[in-house]
Nanobody, 121 residues
Framework: QVQLVESGGGLVQPGGSLRLSCVAS????????MGWYRQAPGKQRELVAV???????RYADSVKGRFTISSDNAKNSVYLQMNSLKPEDTAVYYC???????????????WGQGTQVTVSS
């Protein structure tokens, strides 16, 4: 099995910063991409940022210039540095990974349990 575990959420004032971390563990052969999604109350889950195993990145327009995604392939980990946070960034943030497990010949999508980020004064 594969597990994704997030950490780093919390309460921060507008303009502040937070860093989210996510580590994948289990029977992993390879990770094609890792990313972050978020879901605010009453809204659909949306892509925040994604990074491929080769280092290519993609961001939602709403976070460009404020958030930075990075990864450590040796640690099966992905990070999201969030700066200049706004109240509209408040959401549950989910880690996502496209993973091939050992012994299988297809990829699966995995999700973490989510971590709450609240931006409020």
């Amino acid at each position: 099995q594969v597990q994704l575990v997030e950490s780093g959420g919390g309460l921060v004032q507008p303009g502040g910063s937070l860093r989210l971390s996510c580590v994948a563990s289990g029977s992993i052969f390879s990770i094609n991409a890792m990313g972050w999604y978020r879901q605010a109350p009453g809204k659909q889950r949306e892509l925040v940022a994604v990074i491929s195993s080769g280092g290519g990145t993609r961001y939602a327009d709403s976070v460009k210039g404020r958030f930075t995604i990075s990864s450590d392939n040796a640690k099966n980990s992905v990070y999201l540095q969030m700066n200049s946070l706004k109240p509209e960034d408040t959401a549950v943030y989910y880690c996502n990974a496209d993973i091939r497990r050992r012994g299988v010949f297809y990829d699966n999508d995995y999700w973490g349990q989510g971590t709450q980020v609240t931006v409020s004064s």
